[in-house]
């Protein structure tokens, strides 16, 4: 079972930007699509991207088309999160997640998912 440590998170202006990280262990990192996704308080989970094993596919959730860019490193194991223009609603914690497919990831069908990390927006 692949193990998920994200990290990056902070606090930032609105209009900023964030790189979010997220290391896999344990697994082979190269097999799983790969997904980010947020939680804020008191609302229900949202999908924000996912991208395919080898990085060909990506997906965006619509707040954050345009804005956000994921991407992914096998050789280090690792997915990014580029966050730019950052808006106060997008204040929430952040989970990386791994999964079969990234249509599956998308779903929120997911076999692993990390800890989250705190992204806070200040307008």
């Known amino acids: 079972q692949v193990q998920l440590v994200e990290s990056g998170g902070g606090l930032v202006q609105a209009g900023g930007s964030l790189r979010l990280s997220c290391v896999a262990s344990?697994?082979?990192?190269?097999?799983?699509?790969m997904g980010w996704f947020r939680q804020a308080p008191g609302k229900e989970r949202e999908f924000v991207a996912a991208?395919?094993?080898?990085?060909?596919?990506?997906y965006y959730g619509d707040s954050v088309k345009g804005r956000f860019t994921i991407s992914r490193d096998n050789a280090k194991a690792t997915v990014y999160l580029q966050m730019n223009s950052l808006m106060s609603e997008d204040t929430a914690v952040y989970y990386c997640?791994?999964?079969?497919?990234?249509?599956?990831?998308?779903?929120?069908?997911?076999?692993?998912w990390g800890q989250g990390t705190q992204v806070t927006v200040s307008s």
């Open positions: 997640a791994a999964g079969p497919g990234a249509r599956t990831v998308v779903k929120g069908t997911c076999d692993a």
């Open positions: 344990g697994g082979t990192f190269s097999s799983y699509a």
């Open positions: 991208i395919s094993w080898e990085g060909i596919s990506s």
